[in-house]
């Protein structure tokens, strides 16, 4: 295992009697792109102003290259940031946002030259260097602030939602280039958003942040396939989460039904959510689906339909189908055990994680 | 129904129609008027060259723009550091309630205030006293002078800067130190260029009226100072020459004109095309 190059050991911050950071525990790696994902207020914006510099936090470290940086000034932190609003400067042309941390270094002009031209080139900008800010769109303004930082060769980019701003076919673009870009400078990217598509499109590992705590971290592929809890499985993608009782290992009673599964290592009888993905359920004959429901409402969303429908007991389905169902007829649904994921209630990371561990490797 | 809303629409105008054809065209008209008029009420030019021939009148202007250049910067110097830690103090509306007070009690009442604390026996040198230094000459004086036209002029400076500085994006501040600049370095290449029109609307709003200030040369500086508006008040209300009056504030008023041209807000190159 490499030194991690960034490392949060039990941060909190307070603003007065409101907590912001509840004991935060992360590690970076060099090299890889981080996302910090969860709803407006939980807290992940803060994480990166923390290790910014632009706010002190009440406890705990911040180390960087295993160094402790909490009284280090932003200005002294070899980490650089792209602003959600961008943040670039309007007395200044293109250039000169670039050249604006070289110049502070008092680089050689033809260095600087050099550099901000590269950086503009990154970013596919050549040749913009003489335009004003207000001349640019919101997507060459993005550039802009992503050359602006990149100039400076920090070991850590800092992105604060820095694609919100983009209408969504840019948004799409950008998320490539943001990728490639990671790809082709090898530095870490710590990138912040609320939007999940673009969580699970871009990052190596995710951070997923509710109410200033870490719900769950992992890869893209883990955390979509084994939320730990009702919040993770709700934020990221769209899940029908039904309440159930978990009777023996490999099987699970929802629905007043005892369906197989792939989870176990809970209590005999403990009550259980279970999680079952939209695009997972497949739409059969009453005869052949394990739950039968009727379908109530749906919508055609392009690459599929999304069907609403509800059982008898009135719980509501969402179906994710190539093909169209008819409004108000009862069909069933049909799942295979691996579709199934159980979700303990109030189940910490550190045990979750155990408990995968214990029956998924044998 | 058109009809009827152009015919309100006049009526809103009307008051300030009025007001700018009374208070502000007719006079502008009458002082540029009686500016080619001589004492004896002929058509003339020759006030015009009295003024730039004299040198008395040229000391004069001088001496207006020198003085009105002192009081701007001082005032500048105190407002632009008073207004920036405004902008991070916690009451900051009381703060600035505070600092407008002082404009709503009349000029003359100030001034006679001011006349009390320099004086002879006046409150700063009784402070003086305590360490056993005589009274001082403070009235009369280039630096009473300053001193009280810079305190009345301050809150005009402050108030401009301090909407500058309210309006400049934290963002702006983080990015810079984000790109490592000291916080003087941010200072000097972002916080201050981002704050520039608020400076130019405070130097405005004192350098202009600091060129015909003529009371406070009276009261607090004893007539040592002559300015232009001194010598406009001389022509109307002692001489009588009213032509030459009205020249000087011909003169005065292109002054202002060419202040606001020079500290007015320029088209940016790029924006050009």
Same mark, same amino acid.
């Given at each position: 295992?490499?030194?991690?190059?960034?490392?949060?050991?039990?941060?909190?911050?307070?603003?007065?009697?409101?907590?912001?950071?509840?004991?935060?525990?992360?590690?970076?790696?060099?090299?890889?792109?981080?996302?910090?994902?969860?709803?407006?207020?939980?807290?992940?914006?803060?994480?990166?102003?923390?290790?910014?510099?632009?706010?002190?936090?009440?406890?705990?470290?911040?180390?960087?290259?295993?160094?402790?940086?909490?009284?280090?000034?932003?200005?002294?932190?070899?980490?650089?940031?792209?602003?959600?609003?961008?943040?670039?400067?309007?007395?200044?042309?293109?250039?000169?946002?670039?050249?604006?941390?070289?110049?502070?270094?008092?680089?050689?002009?033809?260095?600087?030259?050099?550099?901000?031209?590269?950086?503009?080139?990154?970013?596919?900008?050549?040749?913009?260097?003489?335009?004003?800010?207000?001349?640019?769109?919101?997507?060459?303004?993005?550039?802009?602030?992503?050359?602006?930082?990149?100039?400076?060769?920090?070991?850590?980019?800092?992105?604060?939602?820095?694609?919100?701003?983009?209408?969504?076919?840019?948004?799409?673009?950008?998320?490539?280039?943001?990728?490639?870009?990671?790809?082709?400078?090898?530095? $870490?990217?710590?990138?912040?958003?609320?939007?999940?598509?673009?969580?699970?499109?871009?990052?190596?590992?995710?951070?997923?942040?509710?109410?200033?705590?870490?719900?769950?971290?992992?890869?893209?592929?883990?955390?979509?396939?084994?939320?730990?809890?009702?919040?993770?499985?709700?934020?990221?993608?769209?899940?029908?989460?039904?309440?159930?009782?978990?009777?023996?290992?490999?099987?699970?009673?929802?629905?007043?039904?005892?369906?197989?599964?792939?989870?176990?290592?809970?209590?005999?009888?403990?009550?259980?959510?279970?999680?079952?993905?939209?695009?997972?359920?497949?739409?059969?004959?009453?005869?052949?689906?394990?739950?039968?429901?009727?379908?109530?409402?749906?919508?055609?969303?392009?690459?599929?339909?999304?069907?609403?429908?509800?059982?008898?007991?009135?719980?509501?389905?969402?179906?994710?189908?190539?093909?169209?169902?008819?409004?108000?007829? $009862?069909?069933?649904?049909?799942?295979?055990?691996?579709?199934?994921?159980?979700?303990?209630?109030?189940?910490?990371?550190?045990?979750?994680?155990?408990?995968?561990?214990?029956?998924?490797?044998? | 129904?058109?009809?009827?809303?152009?015919? $309100?629409?006049?009526?809103?105008?009307?008051?300030?129609?009025?007001?700018?054809?009374?208070?502000?065209?007719?006079?502008?008209?009458?002082?540029?008027?009686?500016?080619?008029?001589?004492?004896?009420?002929?058509?003339?030019?020759?006030?015009?060259?009295?003024?730039?021939?004299?040198?008395?009148?040229?000391?004069?202007?001088?001496?207006?723009?020198?003085?009105?250049?002192?009081?701007?910067?001082?005032?500048?110097?105190?407002?632009?550091?008073?207004?920036?830690?405004?902008?991070?103090?916690?009451?900051?509306?009381?703060?600035?309630?505070?600092?407008?007070?002082?404009?709503?009690?009349?000029?003359?009442?100030?001034?006679?205030?001011?006349?009390?604390?320099?004086?002879?026996?006046?409150?700063?040198?009784?402070?003086?006293?305590?360490?056993?230094?005589?009274?001082?000459?403070?009235?009369?004086?280039?630096?009473?002078?300053?001193?009280?036209?810079?305190?009345?002029?301050?809150?005009?400076?402050?108030?401009?800067?301090?909407?500058?500085?309210?309006?400049?994006?934290?963002?702006?501040?983080?990015?810079?130190?984000?790109?490592?600049?000291?916080?003087?370095?941010?200072?000097?290449?972002?916080?201050?260029?981002?704050?520039?029109?608020?400076?130019?609307?405070?130097?405005?709003?004192?350098?202009?009226?600091?060129?015909?200030?003529?009371?406070?040369?009276?009261?607090?500086?004893?007539?040592?100072?002559? $300015?232009?508006?001194?010598?406009?008040?001389?022509?109307?209300?002692?001489?009588?020459?009213?032509?030459?009056?009205?020249?000087?504030?011909?003169?005065?008023?292109?002054?202002?004109?060419?202040?606001?041209?020079?500290?007015?807000?320029?088209?940016?190159?790029?924006?050009?095309?």
């Amino acid at each position: 295992m490499t030194e991690p190059i960034i490392e949060l050991q039990h941060v909190s911050k307070r603003y007065g009697d409101t907590v912001v950071l509840k004991d935060i525990n992360i590690e970076l790696e060099r090299g890889k792109f981080y996302t910090l994902l969860g709803p407006s207020g939980s807290g992940k914006t803060t994480i990166l102003r923390a290790i910014a510099g632009f706010l002190d936090v009440s406890e705990g470290t911040i180390m960087f290259d295993g160094k402790k940086i909490n009284d280090v000034p932003a200005n002294m932190r070899k980490v650089n940031t792209v602003f959600q609003d961008y943040a670039l400067f309007p007395h200044m042309n293109v250039f000169d946002n670039v050249a604006y941390g070289l110049q502070i270094q008092k680089l050689k002009k033809a260095e600087v030259q050099t550099r901000v031209e590269a950086a503009l080139k990154m970013v596919r900008l050549a040749g913009y260097a003489d335009r004003e800010i207000s001349e640019l769109s919101g997507g060459q303004q993005q550039r802009v602030a992503i050359a602006r930082a990149i100039v400076l060769e920090p070991a850590v980019l800092l992105l604060d939602e820095p694609l919100s701003a983009l209408d969504a076919k840019l948004r799409k673009d950008m998320q490539y280039e943001l990728r490639e870009l990671q790809e082709r400078l090898g530095i $870490t990217f710590l990138f912040v958003t609320h939007d999940q598509e673009e969580a699970l499109a871009l990052s190596d590992e995710i951070f997923v942040m509710n109410d200033g705590e870490v719900q769950q971290s992992g890869t893209p592929v883990d955390i979509y396939d084994e939320p730990i809890n009702h919040f993770v499985a709700d934020f990221i993608g769209e899940s029908n989460i039904v309440a159930g009782h978990m009777l023996k290992d490999f099987l699970v009673e929802f629905n007043g039904q005892a369906f197989e599964c792939a989870d176990a290592g809970m209590r005999p009888n403990e009550p259980v959510e279970v999680v079952l993905r939209p695009e997972d359920l497949d739409i059969t004959t009453i005869g052949n689906g394990k739950v039968s429901v009727k379908v109530d409402t749906q919508l055609f969303r392009g690459d599929y339909y999304e069907i609403v429908a509800y059982d008898s007991a009135q719980n509501e389905w969402l179906i994710h189908s190539t093909n169209p169902a008819k409004d108000g007829d $009862t069909v069933g649904l049909t799942f295979d055990a691996e579709d199934i994921h159980v979700m303990r209630l109030n189940e910490s990371e550190e045990d979750f994680d155990a408990r995968l561990e214990s029956y998924e490797d044998d | 129904m058109a009809k009827k809303s152009s015919g $309100t629409n006049a009526l809103f105008y009307t008051p300030y129609v009025l007001w700018l054809g009374l208070f502000v065209i007719a006079p502008l008209a009458l002082i540029v008027y009686q500016s080619f008029f001589d004492i004896s009420g002929h058509l003339t030019l020759a006030n015009y060259q009295t003024y730039f021939s004299s040198g008395t009148y040229i000391l004069m202007t001088v001496n207006s723009v020198w003085y009105a250049f002192i009081i701007t910067v001082v005032t500048l110097l105190i407002s632009y550091p008073a207004a920036y830690v405004l902008h991070y103090a916690k009451h900051k509306q009381l703060w600035l309630l505070l600092i407008i007070l002082p404009t709503w009690i009349n000029l003359l009442l100030k001034a006679y205030a001011f006349i009390g604390i320099f004086s002879q026996d006046g409150g700063v040198n009784t402070f003086l006293g305590f360490f056993g230094i005589a009274p001082q000459q403070f009235l009369f004086t280039d630096f009473s002078f300053i001193f009280v036209a810079a305190y009345i002029e301050i809150p005009f400076m402050i108030l401009p800067i301090f909407n500058g500085i309210e309006e400049l994006d934290e963002s702006f501040v983080n990015a810079s130190r984000d790109l490592g600049a000291t916080g003087w370095q941010t200072f000097t290449k972002v916080i201050l260029p981002l704050t520039m029109s608020g400076v130019k609307a405070g130097v405005q709003a004192v350098f202009i009226p600091s060129l015909s200030l003529f009371m406070l040369t009276r009261l607090i500086g004893g007539n040592r100072v002559i $300015t232009l508006g001194t010598a406009i008040e001389e022509h109307f209300l002692v001489t009588m020459n009213w032509g030459m009056g009205s020249t000087i504030g011909v003169v005065l008023i292109v002054a202002m004109v060419i202040i606001m041209f020079l500290t007015g807000e320029r088209k940016k190159r790029g924006s050009l095309r």
